[in-house]
């Protein structure tokens, strides 16, 4: 007796395509609809996960694009502890739908929050919205001025510009301004700034304003780049903390990943520019055999586990396969110095835990 079942391909069955597979063979990653190709000018934003992918794309030789770059005098190892080269811009972590249209409506002059700078104790200043961008904070008004500007610059290039944005959903718990609704980065009074339950509150995101965030923000990119598209993917980094305090963090990660994911699945089914790369899966994956893609802290990404994305999001978006695999990799110690540098992620989430 036939079924529905019976004509579906392998991927749809656990048995053949996870029980019966050796882990580092599982790929929940299908054939995109569309293939990169390094003509694509490929730009990258999101969580601290959101680096493993621009890092990754590099490795590809993909057309990562890079609109803010370090001075060509700037040492290799001074440029990356600015954050140049981490995203396309030097945004930092974004880790909300919210943000994303936040930094979209700053660059193009449509939002300007009240608290848009942090002057310290000690006389440095800080960008509220990516207060770890700049090792030792800004030395006056006029310098936090004219590198924002700058910055601004580059992201409207990068808008304009990119062909896809690949966008990593990071978290839902967010701290937000009382007076404008501005979304920071880190709760204030963490790594910069001074908390005041008057003027600052905690939000977590639901699924329907994730999806509505994540729309708005779709929308006003392509009045800019109509040809923009989207890859979303969802952080499998768990949470460094939680602000609910009748939580625990395990629980508060589950459902802000569970969030993440579903409305993720919601923008994919409705808008035929946006695609879902499985990431979260890939690496979470590893729970159902004795391995993991986790380091020691439970944490942060391993080099298989990253490998293995890599794989996959070839195989899916470029079509690499056994038969025409990726351009290798450098070899002998290049081939670690790539990986080393790919596995150095700045977290701005990693201040809330400085106990």
């Known amino acids: 007796m036939s079924s529905p079942y019976s004509t579906l391909p392998d991927h749809a069955f656990w048995r053949r395509s996870v029980a019966n597979l050796a882990p580092e063979a599982v790929n929940p990653a299908l054939r995109a609809a569309y293939t990169l190709t390094p003509e694509h000018a490929v730009m990258t934003a999101g969580s601290c996960f959101a680096q493993y992918i621009g890092g990754m794309l590099q490795a590809l030789r993909f057309n990562y694009l890079v609109t803010e770059p370090a001075h060509t005098i700037i040492p290799a190892e001074l440029a990356q502890a600015h954050n140049y080269g981490a995203f396309t811009a030097r945004y930092g972590n974004i880790y909300t739908p919210r943000q994303l249209r936040q930094l979209f409506d700053r660059a193009y002059g449509l939002f300007h929050p009240r608290e848009d700078i942090w002057a310290e104790p000690d006389g440095r200043f800080l960008d509220p919205f990516r207060p770890q961008i700049q090792p030792g904070g800004f030395l006056s008004r006029r310098e936090f001025q004219l590198d924002r500007a700058q910055h601004f610059a580059a992201v409207r290039q990068a808008?304009?510009?990119?062909?896809?944005?690949?966008?990593?959903?990071?978290?839902?718990?967010?701290?937000?301004?009382?007076?404008d609704g501005a979304v920071f980065t880190i709760c204030p009074g963490t790594s910069g700034g001074v908390f005041d339950p008057a003027r600052h509150m905690f939000h977590n995101f639901s699924v329907s304003e994730v999806v509505a965030d994540m729309s708005s923000f779709i929308d006003a990119l392509r009045r800019v780049n109509p040809k923009a598209r989207l890859i979303l993917t969802v952080s499998p980094v768990p949470l460094v903390a939680t602000a609910r305090a009748d939580t625990h963090v395990l629980a508060a990660t589950n459902y802000s990943k569970s969030v993440l994911r579903v409305a993720a699945e919601m923008l994919t089914q409705a808008r035929p520019d946006v695609s879902y790369f499985p990431a979260y899966e890939i690496i979470t994956s590893r729970a159902f055999d004795a391995g993991s893609y986790y380091t020691a802290d439970r944490r942060n990404i391993a080099p298989p586990g990253v490998a293995h994305v890599m794989r996959a999001f070839a195989e899916a978006y470029v079509g690499f396969t056994a038969a025409a695999p990726a351009p290798p990799l450098p070899a002998g110690d290049a081939h670690s110095a790539q990986m080393r540098a790919l596995m150095q992620v700045h977290c701005d989430e990693a201040a809330l835990d400085q106990g």
Do not use: H, K, N, P
């Open 159 to 179: 808008f304009e510009t990119l062909d896809v944005l690949v966008f990593t959903l990071g978290l839902t718990e967010a701290w937000i301004s009382r007076e």
